[in-house]
């Protein structure tokens, strides 16, 4: 397997992205920008330029829109084909997460807790014929840094991380917290949904990874790295996950480290136990993302670098495909 | 209700509330009863309390005013007895140990009591009961571990400390990972150390160090010592010493260092801790079989103390003017020691035998200034490598080095010489060869095998160019893992009997290794006491292949179990070797037996775990399924269905002919 670097990005990568067919990936980085590239040849279609550094962003389930969270308290919306920025919303503070619900008629934006301004989940309206958005209701604040927070099935809750490491999630009928549980001692970085969100995983600065039962919010499995984790792709074919983080960037130049820190490694979702890892990256990982067809997956690290890895006939054959649907039935 | 409704005892307790009652002083600690005084008429009162009142203060101190009390008839004479009180308990005290069958003259001979003693023999039962016989409690077998199934198959325990955990556990090869035996938190509040046999494991406490073993791990023995940092074992764990920083220490009952008895846990002796700047560890050297400890007396000799009455050897120290350096062996009572020479004198080396004080052997060495003694581990020979004047600048420095073969007749001595500094020196244990790391760069050393001839030493072999600083000796030798400690973490398992290199691996930043005591498994572990990344250990086999490694947060210590010493001579050893085929083929049998049934055991977990994963999966995709309407209202359509409609372009670009034309001009 010999993976597709892709350069354009002189600074950390903050999130890569699939859309849903898997034939285009968004790459956001701290350079105020987010590109776009062919996934099947690592071709560059061209780049949205963003006013300041790009934290988050989502794109519509038709990749016709695409919605960025930056650092200068915008949210934007730009249509994908043609790159113009169609929309803008001003914040008050940097924007740390944003995401699309199912459906496309809404989106989450996560603000900062800065400047005396509390960390806040809003939530606004999403117009799909012109991609206007206008603002609809906010969450009350946990009084604690948000680092993610993310739609959870049929739109019902939104699922939230924080800086101290609990998980918080919010009702959206009801406008108001739901549940709270910490079981990480340090920042939850992430929470990544398997496919159909049926479980997810939560990534933590601990250096566990812990995955969930969506439904009973059943702890069933914690993968154990010992190294921070920031980001964590689940194959949504295979029974495998992987896990991407390393030392943080202010740590690493005083301390003696090598390039096997930042490997990412692969973990049976199951089992738990580490199947291999992939060296590339020479600073850490922060975003992995699968196609949905679970046949490829992306990596974006602190050292600007994205790689496109299109997985091996041999991958294929090593491990049984998950069995989503009993065959007796 | 008013106040005179209320009775007595409610006042009472009414007052108490404003203040508490006065304690009235009742006993009679402070009063003493003399009997056989002389029988005096009135006339001499005066007189016979002066004499009294002479004795009395004299030994039992301060007397109340009028604290001497004749007892008189109903002639106003005296009875013949007094009672005196004394300003303080103590005095009493001492005058009844004092005076009593005190001579006053002749005829008299005073009996001087306590008065609180009268009134507990008044109460004395005079009817005879037996002494209630404790139950005897048996203390746990403290090597009952060895007695564990998975000890007699040859693996063996180790202690681990991460975090707030300290987990003893069993490596167990066939699992793959550490099984956790028990695991306990905050433990010890400093480190934990195990003893010399592996009886006990010693964790370090405020107001002392606790042992614990046995198979539940209980407390078998705690030794107070306030701020106690190290402690140190005899080689047969029969004492212990224990040392804690005292400021001020008193001569009279030293605190610093202490000796006890590890069995009953008394304390033996205590000792005085030498000033900070000569201070080392251990502050006492122990003799083969935990018969004497010893620290140097100045450089006027060697303080030789014996157990278990730890008074000095002789009631002196031996002498030995200008003492640089001395060694035990570890199994004789033998005292190697070396003394520089001055200008007229010659340096010496002496092996010294002990108690008897004779002379093994002596070896002069012209212009030695320093020595450092290596004891192969049974005692057989010793090397010791002495530090020379450099007077010439010769091209390649050298190392030279002495070899007494101390359990042969007239303990022969040989010298031999190695180029360039070196790095290490290590015995191999129960062997012949010497393992020596020497060389000019760090980044280039030599590693140099020697072994002991019949008549000569020879070099056996020898690795070059090498980035390695550290000797690890199996402790079954054969075997060595040669390292690069406190830096890369460079390592090489070499067979020295074959002389080859079995396989080089590396462990980043590795602080320390450590040999199981088997011998087929060795640890390189990364501590958070040197390096605060990945720390963890890995576990290897004897030739380097990875058995499992752990990655620990805050990892600061692993430590084998020791086990008991050998009880094998090394001519039974050799029958075994002989016999290895047999031994080999049940051990084999029973290993493949077992890795059979954990296979079969962790294939089931695994199905267990997959039967589990695939319940909470299947479930959620059925709910999923069966909100599919739900999700078409909300526009939400996730997996790529007949709903997508691609529209695909191809362009076709064929290249119909290429015309070469030439123009000329």
Same mark, same amino acid.
């Given at each position: 397997?010999?993976?597709?670097?892709?350069?354009?990005?002189?600074?950390?990568?903050?999130?890569?992205?699939?859309?849903?067919?898997?034939?285009?990936? #968004?790459?956001?980085?701290?350079?105020?920008?987010?590109?776009?590239?062919?996934?099947?040849?690592?071709?560059?279609?061209?780049?949205?330029?963003?006013?300041?550094?790009?934290?988050?962003?989502?794109?519509?389930?038709?990749?016709?829109?695409?919605?960025?969270?930056?650092?200068?308290?915008?949210?934007?919306? *730009?249509?994908?084909?043609?790159?113009?920025?169609?929309?803008?919303?001003?914040?008050?503070?940097?924007?740390?997460?944003?995401? #699309?619900?199912?459906?496309?008629?809404?989106?989450?934006?996560?603000?900062?807790?800065?400047?005396?301004?509390?960390?806040?989940?809003?939530?606004?309206?999403?117009?799909?014929?012109?991609?206007?958005?206008?603002?609809?209701?906010?969450?009350?604040?946990?009084?604690?840094?948000?680092?993610?927070?993310? *739609?959870?099935?049929?739109?019902?809750?939104?699922?939230?991380?924080?800086?101290?490491?609990?998980?918080?999630?919010?009702?959206?009928?009801?406008?108001?917290?739901?549940?709270?549980?910490?079981?990480?001692?340090?920042?939850?970085?992430?929470?990544?949904?398997?496919?159909?969100?049926?479980? #997810?995983?939560?990534?933590?600065?601990?250096?566990?990874?812990?995955?969930?039962?969506?439904?009973?919010?059943?702890?069933?499995?914690?993968?154990?790295?010992?190294?921070?984790?920031?980001?964590?792709?689940?194959?949504?074919?295979?029974?495998?996950?992987?896990?991407?983080?390393?030392?943080?960037?202010?740590?690493?130049?005083?301390?003696?480290?090598?390039?096997?820190?930042?490997?990412?490694?692969?973990?049976?979702?199951?089992?738990?136990?580490?199947?291999?890892?992939?060296?590339?990256?020479?600073?850490?990982?922060?975003?992995?993302?699968?196609?949905?067809?679970?046949? =490829? #997956?992306? =990596?974006?690290?602190?050292?600007?670098?994205?790689?496109?890895?299109?997985?091996?006939?041999?991958?294929?054959?090593?491990?049984?495909?998950?069995?989503?649907?009993?065959?007796?039935? | 209700?008013?106040?005179?409704?209320?009775?007595?005892?409610?006042?009472?307790?009414?007052?108490?509330?404003?203040?508490?009652?006065?304690?009235?002083?009742?006993?009679?600690?402070?009063?003493?009863?003399?009997?056989?005084?002389?029988?005096?008429?009135?006339?001499?009162?005066?007189?016979?309390?002066?004499?009294?009142?002479?004795?009395?203060?004299?030994?039992?101190?301060?007397?109340?005013?009028?604290?001497?009390?004749?007892?008189?008839?109903?002639?106003?004479?005296?009875?013949?007895? $007094?009672?005196?009180?004394?300003?303080?308990?103590?005095?009493?005290?001492?005058?009844?140990?004092?005076?009593?069958?005190?001579?006053?003259?002749?005829?008299?001979?005073?009996?001087?009591?306590?008065?609180?003693?009268?009134?507990?023999?008044?109460?004395?039962?005079?009817?005879?009961?037996?002494?209630?016989?404790?139950?005897?409690?048996?203390?746990?077998?403290?090597?009952?571990?060895?007695?564990?199934?998975?000890?007699?198959?040859?693996?063996?325990?180790?202690?681990?400390?991460?975090?707030?955990?300290?987990?003893?556990?069993?490596?167990?090869?066939?699992?793959?990972?550490?099984?956790?035996?028990?695991?306990?938190?905050?433990?010890?509040?400093?480190?934990?150390?195990?003893?010399?046999?592996?009886?006990?494991?010693?964790?370090?406490?405020?107001?002392?160090?606790?042992?614990?073993?046995?198979?539940?791990?209980?407390?078998?023995?705690?030794?107070?010592?306030?701020?106690?940092?190290?402690?140190?074992?005899?080689?047969?764990?029969? !004492?212990?010493?224990?040392?804690?920083?005292?400021?001020?220490?008193?001569?009279?009952?030293?605190?610093?260092?202490?000796?006890?008895?590890?069995?009953?846990?008394?304390?033996?002796?205590?000792?005085?801790?030498?000033?900070?700047?000569?201070?080392?560890?251990?502050?006492?050297?122990?003799?083969?079989?935990?018969?004497?400890?010893?620290?140097?007396?100045?450089?006027?000799?060697?303080?030789?103390?014996?157990?278990?009455?730890?008074?000095?050897?002789?009631?002196?120290?031996? $002498?030995?003017?200008?003492?640089?350096?001395?060694?035990?062996?570890?199994?004789?009572?033998?005292?190697?020691?070396?003394?520089?020479?001055?200008?007229?004198?010659?340096?010496?080396?002496?092996?010294?035998?002990?108690?008897?004080?004779?002379?093994?052997?002596?070896?002069?060495?012209?212009?030695?200034?320093?020595?450092?003694?290596? @004891?192969?581990?049974?005692?057989?020979?010793?090397?010791?490598?002495?530090?020379?004047?450099?007077?010439?600048?010769?091209?390649?420095?050298?190392?030279?080095?002495?070899?007494?073969?101390?359990?042969?007749?007239?303990?022969?001595?040989?010298?031999?010489?190695?180029?360039?500094?070196?790095?290490?020196?290590?015995?191999?244990?129960?062997?012949?060869?010497?393992?020596?790391?020497?060389?000019?760069?760090?980044?280039?050393?030599?590693?140099?095998?020697?072994?002991?001839?019949?008549?000569?030493?020879?070099?056996?072999?020898?690795?070059?160019?090498?980035?390695?600083?550290?000797?690890?000796?199996?402790?079954?030798?054969? /075997?060595?893992?040669?390292?690069?400690?406190?830096?890369?973490?460079?390592?090489? /398992?070499?067979?020295?009997?074959?002389?080859?290199?079995?396989?080089?691996?590396?462990?980043?930043?590795?602080?320390?290794?450590? @040999?199981?005591?088997?011998?087929? /498994?060795?640890?390189?572990?990364?501590?958070?006491?040197?390096?605060?990344?990945?720390?963890?250990?890995?576990?290897?086999?004897?030739?380097?292949?990875?058995?499992?490694?752990?990655?620990?947060?805050?990892?600061?210590?692993?430590? @084998?179990?020791?086990?008991?010493?050998?009880?094998?001579?090394?001519?039974?050893?050799?029958?075994?070797?002989?016999?290895?085929?047999? !031994?080999?083929?049940?051990?084999?049998?029973?290993?493949?037996?077992?890795?059979?049934?954990?296979?079969?055991?962790?294939?089931?977990?695994?199905?267990?775990?997959?039967?589990?994963?695939?319940? !909470?999966?299947?479930?959620?995709?059925?709910?999923?399924?069966?909100?599919?309407?739900?999700?078409?209202?909300?526009?939400?359509?996730?997996?790529?269905?007949?709903?997508?409609? &691609?529209?695909?372009?191809?362009?076709?670009?064929?290249?119909?002919?290429?015309?070469?034309?030439? &123009?000329?001009?």
């Amino acid at each position: 397997m010999r993976p597709i670097s892709l350069r354009l990005h002189e600074r950390p990568i903050t999130q890569v992205l699939f859309n849903r067919e898997g034939d285009l990936l #968004f790459v956001a980085a701290k350079d105020k920008l987010v590109s776009l590239w062919y996934t099947s040849t690592g071709e560059r279609i061209g780049t949205y330029t963003c006013g300041g550094v790009v934290y988050a962003m989502d794109v519509s389930q038709n990749s016709q829109y695409l919605v960025t969270a930056s650092a200068d308290a915008k949210v934007k919306v *730009w249509d994908v084909q043609t790159g113009i920025c169609l929309h803008t919303v001003n914040f008050e503070v940097a924007c740390r997460s944003i995401e #699309f619900n199912q459906g496309d008629s809404q989106i989450l934006v996560v603000t900062d807790q800065v400047m005396g301004c509390q960390a806040l989940v809003h939530v606004l309206d999403f117009d799909q014929a012109t991609g206007k958005l206008t603002t609809n209701y906010t969450f009350q604040s946990p009084n604690c840094k948000i680092t993610h927070a993310t *739609w959870g099935p049929l739109n019902k809750y939104i699922f939230s991380s924080g800086e101290d490491g609990a998980i918080r999630i919010y009702d959206v009928e009801k406008r108001s917290l739901h549940h709270t549980f910490v079981e990480n001692t340090k920042q939850v970085t992430r929470i990544e949904w398997t496919k159909h969100r049926i479980m #997810f995983l939560t990534c933590s600065k601990d250096g566990t990874a812990k995955l969930y039962d969506t439904k009973t919010l059943k702890h069933l499995k914690t993968f154990d790295t010992g190294r921070p984790i920031n980001t964590a792709g689940i194959s949504p074919l295979k029974p495998h996950i992987i896990l991407g983080g390393g030392q943080s960037a202010e740590s690493v130049t005083t301390t003696k480290v090598d390039a096997s820190q930042f490997k990412v490694r692969f973990y049976h979702i199951v089992y738990g136990d580490e199947l291999g890892s992939l060296i590339g990256h020479i600073g850490p990982v922060h975003s992995i993302c699968f196609t949905p067809d679970g046949k =490829t #997956f992306a =990596t974006g690290g602190e050292e600007g670098l994205v790689q496109i890895n299109h997985l091996d006939e041999s991958y294929f054959q090593f491990d049984e495909d998950l069995v989503y649907t009993p065959k007796h039935e | 209700m008013s106040l005179y409704d209320s009775d007595d005892e409610e006042l009472v307790t009414r007052l108490e509330d404003f203040e508490p009652p006065v304690q009235l002083d009742t006993s009679f600690a402070r009063f003493i009863v003399i009997d056989n005084v002389p029988v005096a008429p009135e006339s001499k009162h005066e007189k016979l309390k002066s004499i009294l009142h002479k004795i009395f203060v004299s030994k039992g101190g301060e007397i109340v005013p009028n604290g001497i009390t004749l007892v008189l008839d109903a002639n106003k004479n005296t009875k013949g007895f $007094a009672f005196i009180e004394y300003t303080k308990k103590e005095g009493a005290n001492d005058a009844v140990s004092l005076l009593n069958n005190y001579k006053l003259d002749a005829k008299h001979t005073l009996q001087v009591n306590l008065l609180d003693d009268f009134k507990k023999f008044l109460n004395f039962n005079e009817q005879y009961s037996a002494p209630k016989v404790e139950e005897f409690v048996s203390k746990p077998n403290y090597n009952e571990w060895l007695s564990d199934k998975r000890a007699l198959k040859g693996y063996d325990q180790f202690v681990v400390r991460y975090g707030d955990y300290t987990d003893i556990c069993w490596n167990e090869m066939s699992v793959g990972k550490p099984i956790v035996e028990k695991s306990n938190t905050a433990m010890t509040t400093s480190y934990v150390q195990w003893s010399n046999t592996g009886s006990y494991l010693v964790t370090f406490h405020p107001d002392g160090v606790v042992l614990y073993g046995g198979k539940q791990w209980i407390k078998l023995n705690n030794f107070d010592h306030r701020g106690v940092q190290l402690v140190d074992f005899s080689p047969e764990d029969k !004492y212990l010493i224990t040392f804690a920083p005292v400021l001020n220490d008193n001569p009279k009952d030293p605190k610093s260092i202490i000796v006890w008895d590890v069995r009953n846990g008394k304390k033996l002796r205590g000792f005085l801790a030498p000033p900070k700047d000569q201070f080392t560890w251990p502050a006492f050297r122990w003799s083969a079989k935990d018969r004497f400890i010893s620290r140097t007396h100045e450089d006027k000799g060697i303080n030789i103390y014996e157990t278990p009455s730890m008074k000095l050897l002789d009631n002196t120290y031996l $002498a030995i003017s200008n003492l640089k350096d001395y060694s035990w062996s570890p199994t004789d009572l033998t005292l190697a020691y070396f003394v520089p020479g001055s200008s007229h004198i010659p340096s010496k080396i002496t092996l010294l035998e002990l108690p008897s004080k004779k002379v093994l052997a002596e070896k002069v060495i012209f212009e030695a200034i320093d020595a450092r003694f290596h @004891w192969q581990n049974e005692g057989s020979y010793l090397c010791v490598k002495t530090d020379k004047i450099v007077k010439t600048k010769k091209t390649i420095p050298t190392t030279a080095f002495e070899l007494f073969r101390t359990h042969e007749p007239n303990v022969p001595v040989e010298s031999f010489e190695i180029p360039y500094q070196i790095k290490a020196f290590a015995w191999e244990p129960r062997g012949k060869r010497i393992c020596i790391i020497h060389g000019e760069h760090k980044i280039a050393m030599n590693v140099t095998f020697f072994e002991v001839g019949k008549h000569k030493i020879e070099q056996t072999s020898k690795l070059e160019n090498r980035k390695l600083n550290t000797i690890f000796w199996s402790p079954r030798g054969t /075997f060595i893992l040669l390292a690069n400690l406190n830096d890369t973490g460079e390592l090489e /398992f070499y067979n020295a009997a074959d002389g080859e290199t079995l396989s080089t691996q590396e462990h980043l930043q590795c602080t320390g290794i450590d @040999w199981n005591p088997s011998g087929r /498994f060795v640890t390189t572990f990364v501590s958070q006491w040197k390096v605060n990344t990945d720390t963890g250990y890995n576990i290897w086999s004897f030739a380097g292949e990875p058995i499992y490694s752990v990655l620990r947060d805050r990892f600061y210590q692993f430590n @084998w179990r020791p086990r008991p010493k050998f009880m094998l001579s090394t001519k039974e050893m050799n029958i075994i070797k002989t016999n290895y085929k047999k !031994y080999q083929e049940k051990f084999d049998e029973m290993d493949g037996l077992e890795i059979a049934e954990s296979n079969a055991q962790e294939e089931r977990r695994l199905q267990g775990l997959m039967d589990e994963f695939l319940s !909470y999966l299947q479930r959620g995709e059925a709910e999923y399924q069966a909100t599919a309407p739900e999700r078409e209202r909300l526009g939400a359509y996730e997996d790529i269905d007949k709903r997508d409609e &691609y529209q695909s372009v191809e362009i076709v670009e064929d290249i119909i002919d290429i015309v070469t034309t030439s &123009y000329r001009r």
